[in-house]
């Protein structure tokens, strides 16, 4: 499974042709709790670096912007009724959307999570 990480500090988890996208543990530890997460419809295109979903906390609200190209195939609508999963499980039930990958080749600018975590080290 190739997981890749953006610096606005989403992960794309790829399974065949699709993307998983959700925010890191780092970014979840940033905004506090998790009140409220708006999600795109499905269908919807977008292109690497569109924002994507918004997700609001009791600290701040924060775009999550598309970290490839292609189509909403599936947004996790459960973070509508419990958005507090995104705090509990961001790499797992904490997605936000599946994107069907238009360009596999993004994901080469994406980094990999030694580059992640080095990338992390950097900021604080």
Sequence with gaps: MTIRFSKDHEYVRVEGDTAVVGITDYAQQQLGDVVYVELPSVGKRVS????????????AASEVYAPVSGEVVAVNSGLEDTPGTVNE?????GWFVKIKLANAAELDSLMSEAEYQDYLKSIS
């Design 89 to 93: 499980d961001p790499h797992g039930q």
């Design 48 to 59: 690497q670096g569109d924002e994507t979903a918004v997700v609001e906390s009791v600290k």
